[in-house]
């Protein structure tokens, strides 16, 4: 509320608020010697304040005609213009701009972030705010962006309002739920609001009505379940799935890569043929040759180990499947790097006429399962898969045997 008081070194009064709750104290000199008109100046404040408050409280038109003749009698404008019977619509400027916010939100993360953290985030985007309104927002240049964009379904909008203050936490909820979306995704759900929300209170575009609870996405729940079971395939299945694709060797080959070398689908296709086997290592690096279509790895580059098992399989590729004029090594027919949609669409139609359900994400648990079961160090296995030791602990804690057990089993 708006206080007045007079400095001592002065003979006008000033005046002195807290424009909202948490906010910092306001001082101002009123100009004026005059108490009575001080202190109407410090009661309009209180009720600007309060209006401000109120602001998306829509009166009803009964009520602005009823006072539209006191109005008039101050000299203030009309508040109807309309006739008795016609409807009047005051529709409020948006306090939050979201178009504004998510399109400084995307260029901060466009530069801070690796490539696929930002497409992850603007095809969650598209899913809340609609294709249409997040592709005219997205700060990518245009010959970068994805030429199968226009094979994509649009998205329609969920969320069709203007002003980021009216998405709560209630408003996420009921996204979720209608969406039906699994805990992982809903986690990262919650994270991204939890971005948008903070980059918009960080650079002053949102303050929120309650600034013990600015960030709407704390108070969401974490989506983080313990003890989930993972799929897991036996080596039965594995054959199974390698009998699935065989009748296409380069989708095999991609198989075989994530099933016995951890990688996931994305970076098998930045694989050139110089990168194998070299020295025992496949290497798996940053591609930089200049070109719309490079990719970039979602976790740096890194060496992964040839295994008995795959060097074989990286020799039945080499003489199956010439190189030809691409040296990539999942090609495709023009010679670019096959994309990710490209390979995981073929997979499943393979996958479908064989009647399996499995997805890549199980290839990587899987090889994970395997190696911790054969007693890799699970420093040396966050390495070789590009992840961390604390994931590793996360998904895979019950299958590490104890020390003892393992000395015991051996003896």
């Known amino acids: 509320m708006a206080s007045i008081y007079r400095r001592p070194d002065s003979q006008n009064f000033c005046i002195s608020c807290y424009p909202r709750p948490g906010a910092k104290l306001v001082r101002a000199s009123l100009g004026t010697d005059n108490e009575d008109l001080a202190q109407k100046v410090a009661r309009k404040v209180d009720l600007l304040i309060e209006l401000e408050r109120m602001a998306d409280i829509e009166v009803p038109k009964n009520v602005l005609a009823a006072f539209d003749g006191l109005r008039r009698s101050f000299g203030a404008p009309a508040l109807l213009d309309a006739g008795p019977t016609d409807t009047v619509v005051r529709e409020l400027p948006p306090k939050c701009p979201i178009d504004n916010v998510i399109r400084s939100f995307l260029v901060r993360s466009e530069v801070s972030n690796v490539y696929h953290a930002t497409s992850d985030k603007i095809s969650r985007l ?66 991204l609001f939890h971005e948008l929300f903070q ?104 060496s992964v180990t040839v295994r ?55 290839f990587r648990h899987t090889f994970a399962t395997n190696r911790i079961e054969e007693g890799w160090n699970l420093k040396t296995l966050a390495q070789e898969m590009g992840t961390s030791v604390q994931m590793l602990m996360e998904h895979y804690a019950g299958f590490i045997e104890p020390p003892v057990l393992a000395a015991a089993r051996s003896i």
């Open 308 to 362: 008995p098992v795959l060097r074989p399989m990286i020799e039945r590729f080499r003489e199956t499947i010439p190189g030809g004029d691409s040296d990539w090594c999942f090609a495709s027919p023009t010679g670019d790097r096959m994309t990710s949609d490209t390979f995981g669409e073929l997979l499943r139609q393979l996958n479908r006429a064989a009647g399996h359900s499995w997805t890549t994400q199980d």
């Open 126 to 191: 598209r899913q809340f705010f609609g294709s249409e309104r997040i592709n005219a927002l997205d700060p990518r240049p245009p010959e970068v962006l994805k030429r199968r964009r226009k094979k994509i379904k649009m998205a329609p909008p969920w969320f069709k309002k203007d002003d980021l203050a009216l998405i709560t936490t209630d408003t996420i909820l009921t996204f979720l739920a209608e969406k039906n979306y699994s805990r992982s995704y809903k986690r990262h759900y919650r994270e």
């Open 199 to 302: 980059h918009a209170l960080k650079s002053g575009a949102y303050r929120p009505e309650n600034p013990y609870a600015a960030n709407p996405a704390d108070d969401l729940p974490s989506f983080k379940g313990t003890g989930e079971p993972i799929t897991v395939l036996s080596a039965a299945e594995v054959e199974e799935q390698y009998r699935a694709v065989s009748p296409n060797a380069l989708i095999l080959f991609g198989c075989q890569l994530m099933l016995e070398g951890g990688f996931r689908m994305h970076e098998i296709l930045t694989l050139k043929r110089r990168d194998l086997d070299v020295g025992g290592k496949i290497r798996l690096i940053l591609p930089d040759d200049g070109r719309s279509n490079s990719t970039r790895l979602k976790t740096g580059q890194r």
